[in-house]
């Protein structure tokens, strides 16, 4: 936070100074503007022919005159002072803006959005060990922001799909679930797949009420999705029925599009046959 305000404040202060300097050299440019000019009309009156000499003398003291009110006094005074009052007010408004950028009057963000995002970071981007220890604090704030983003469904799968990646199934589990509570129409058969997959793998890999229900709706919404697919086998699997798992697992490994699952399941699908046969 004392990083923000040291910064604001250099901003501020270059603005300021940066006006009040460039304004000075406009008027130190029109003082030498009007000093040419008066001395080109001395040397014209000097050379006017037929014009007695108190006359000439007469014009150029009133000529002086002139240039020494349009150069020296009141002027030049107001002038600096209304351009040092501007320059303030100046820095002052540059101030204010800075500081709105991260406490958040204009809505342009706010500092403990930019600390959440810290957390977040750096809880996907650690360890294994690194997460569990700070994973109080991550949940703390990943709760908060699903219950204050529910509407935003893009952010909120984003984060479910992150949390799944790196096998935080208990974390990934709140997410899905709040989508499939607020945008369950709108989820497609892949999504509720993944949500399927995390479910079981939050439960300890139990078949629950709840994991059986969602598969079923998952494959009534995609029945050639492999995860649904091969999830399906391992229910069937535990209900003592390794012939419809097989047929299960054989028509997921022909979805699979990733050649070292698709191999896993293919050796697990030979596994089970041999160990019918015998």
Known sequence: MLIIFITSIVISLTVYLVFLSSNGETVNDRKKDNLSLFNTESKLISSMEGLEQASKSRLKDEREILFLQDTVGKHDVNFSGRRKSFSIALGVVSLFITLSIYFYPLNLGSYSELENAKVFESFFNGSKEQRLENKELFKKIYVDYIEKNQDKSNNIYTLAKSLKDIEEFQLSRLAYGSLFTNHREDLGGDILAEYTQVL?????????????????????????????????????????????????????????????????????IKALNNRKNQ
């Open 200 to 268: 079981y793998f939050s439960t300890g890999r139990v078949f629950t009420e709840q994991v059986k229900k969602l598969l079923s709706l998952t494959l009534v919404k995609t029945p050639d999705n492999p995860i649904a697919l091969t999830l399906k086998g391992l229910q069937y699997l535990g209900e003592k029925n390794p012939d419809q798992t097989i047929i299960q697992w054989t028509k997921a490994a022909s979805f699979i599009t990733n050649e070292r699952e698709k191999r896993d399941l293919e050796m697990a």
